[in-house]
């Protein structure tokens, strides 16, 4: 079974910075499309960025262009989420997720695997 732990989360206000991790094991990811989400309170989950493990190409959805940066360590099996300048709609759960393939998905039905979550809370 993939693993996925997300860690980094938080309270802050707005305009300050957070950095998400998410530490996958279990087996090799090479092909494999890392991707982060996020569930406000009262709200669908909804696509936030994704990243291959292989290439690094990566996608945004259009409310964090510019603000947030995913990343990845191949070496460490991680994946990152440098939010920047935060608002406070970025509050919501953030969850870890990955796909078999290399994939542009943004529905959370596409992805395979899922961590438990790390709470944002973003004041004003």
């Known amino acids: 079974q993939v693993q996925l732990v997300e860690s980094g989360g938080g309270l802050v206000q707005a305009g300050d910075s957070l950095r998400l991790s998410c530490a996958a094991s279990g087996r090799t990811f090479s092909s494999y499309t890392m991707a982060w989400f996020r569930q406000a309170p009262g709200k669908d989950r909804e696509f936030v960025a994704s990243i291959t493990w292989s290439g690094g190409n990566t996608y945004y959805t259009n409310s964090v262009k510019g603000r947030f940066t995913i990343s990845r360590d191949n070496a460490k099996n991680t994946v990152y989420l440098q939010m920047d300048s935060l608002k406070p709609e970025d509050t919501a759960v953030y969850y870890c997720?990955?796909?078999?393939?290399?994939?542009?998905?943004?529905?959370?039905?596409?992805?395979?695997?899922w961590g438990q979550g790390t709470q944002v809370t973003v004041s004003s």
């Open positions: 997720a990955a796909d078999r393939y290399f994939t542009r998905a943004t529905s959370p039905g596409e992805y395979d695997y």
